[in-house]
């Protein structure tokens, strides 16, 4: 973050100066009070549990530059203090100001799935030619996204930022912080529906990324299956253009030649000017989608295909978003970070892609945030696993983690007979489960909702 003054950050946020030297700067913005320190912008954010008001006294002594409360009654001596009303809101107020600062392309991505390697995919081909800054971590949300902006350095010069939602209006308050002139639309499922309603209000609402693009600005939405018809129906025209890319030939940019090889997939990338032979070291027809959005890109932004294509080459999934690694000779696909209904299919369509001649296990748990709409869409994973039985595609072993993935096992059971499952209350039970039936060679996928904390399944096997 490049040094602000404190009379700065007091103007963009319409606040007061309690106290403090107006013309010191600060050039971090925290909101947890253990990383404060020199220079540093403090947010205490109301929680609840916890109102980070109390770490005040503390941050200041510590030596941070500056405070924001909304607490008109905190006095001090020590670094400055701005009183705000709502210190979320002042966040957001200052990153949006701070962004403002900045002239630069600036990239964002929404979606029910796909949209963390969408990122990923997208920066890796965007840094050919750019110093890019992108979302870290899961810094994607109505916090996460400000304190992202605050990553913009004086030499930054394209961003691409993940923009999730899980209520309505909030992509508002993130397309007013961010400001993107390319958005891009990954897929439209049924994360968060317990919350939105519907699929079309899911749209509605993640739709409005658009609603800042300029005539020069552009929308990219993935238009296979019913996405595209949804999109025109739900996302508000304008003056922008609005084009769609995906595996189906008549979108602008599409893949089709699929092939899978011992270590990832290849395919063809057709683009208004020719096509392109692609090679990925990851599995899943979801990964062919989010390079085919990468793709586009480097052709908006002017990167040279052939250095596109390497990046993508190049690229393997980040943390719990799809790690292969290996246990006692058997290969677990760590996917664990989250889960809907859409990804979770997604991913057993890509399990049946991997190598050899092992056996195809899911350890999958419960998706959260469902609502009324739970045990239908449970059970609607379990007919996918009996569709890919039809196609030959069969899993050797199902076990089933939590109540709701009970509607899976449920599913499974009633369609199949010749594929086990096991069902289980937790992670820990999960983990004792595979370390019985496990053998070299399997290819195990595990994935559920990260309230279900899928992850100690991994990490319990591979501490060994």
């Given amino acids: 973050m490049k040094p602000v003054q404190i009379a700065q950050v007091a103007e963009a946020v319409s606040g007061t100066i309690a106290w403090g030297d107006p013309t010191a700067t600060v050039d971090q913005v925290v909101i947890d009070s253990r990383e404060a320190g020199a220079g540093c912008l403090f947010v205490p954010i109301i929680g609840e549990r916890v109102d980070a008001h109390r770490f005040i006294p503390d941050v200041l002594e510590q030596g941070a530059a500056c405070t924001f409360s909304s607490d008109h009654t905190v006095q001090g001596e020590k670094g400055a203090c701005i ?98 002139g390319t958005a891009v639309l990954t897929n439209i499922g049924v994360s968060h529906i317990g919350n939105l309603g519907s699929r079309e209000n899911i749209c509605r609402e993640k739709g409005k990324i658009v609603s800042c693009l300029t005539e020069s600005g552009a929308l990219y939405v993935c238009g296979n299956g019913d996405l595209r018809q949804m999109s025109e129906a739900c996302v508000p025209a304008g003056d922008y253009r609005r084009i769609y890319y995906g595996i189906e030939p008549d979108f602008e940019f599409y893949a089709d030649e699929i092939q899978v090889m011992e270590r990832g997939q290849s395919f063809t990338f057709h683009y208004p000017g020719g096509t392109e032979r692609v090679e990925l070291s990851v599995m899943g027809t979801h990964n062919i989608n989010n390079a085919v959005a990468a793709l586009a890109l480097a052709i908006r932004y002017e990167i040279p295909l052939p250095e596109a294509k390497e990046a993508l080459r190049e690229y393997r999934p980040i943390a719990m978003r799809g790690q292969v ?56 994973i379990g007919d996918y696993i009996l569709s890919e039985r039809e196609k ?38 999960a983990a004792e489960i595979l370390k019985e039936h496990m053998r070299p060679g399997d290819w195990i996928l595990v994935k559920g909702s990260r309230g279900m904390h899928m992850d100690q399944v991994v990490s319990e096997l591979t501490k060994e």
């Fill in 83 to 180: 009183y705000v009303e709502d210190t979320l809101r002042a966040l957001q107020d200052l990153a949006a100001w701070y962004r403002g600062q900045f002239d630069l392309p600036v990239i964002g991505i929404t979606g029910s799935v796909g949209k963390t390697t969408t990122k990923e995919m997208i920066a890796a081909v965007m840094a050919k030619k750019y110093r890019t800054l992108k979302t870290l971590g899961n810094l994607n949300s109505q916090i996460g996204l400000s304190l992202m902006m605050f990553h913009l350095e004086e030499d930054t010069e394209a961003a691409v930022f993940e923009m999730g939602i899980s209520m309505p209006g909030e992509m508002d308050r993130l397309v007013r912080i961010a400001r993107p």
């Fill in 325 to 380: 690694k290996k246990v006692k000779g058997a290969y677990l696909i760590d996917d664990t970070y989250n889960a809907s209904p859409d990804s979770i299919n997604s991913n057993l369509h890509a399990l049946f892609d991997y190598p050899g001649e092992g056996r195809k296990i899911a350890v999958l748990a419960d998706v959260l945030e469902l609502g009324e709409m739970s045990e239908e869409l449970h059970r609607s």
């Fill in 392 to 429: 030959e595609n069969k899993l050797s072993l199902l076990i089933a983690v939590g109540s709701e993935a009970a509607y899976i096992a449920d599913c499974v059971e009633t369609g199949a007979d010749d594929i086990p499952v096991i069902r289980c209350g937790g992670a820990d039970e």
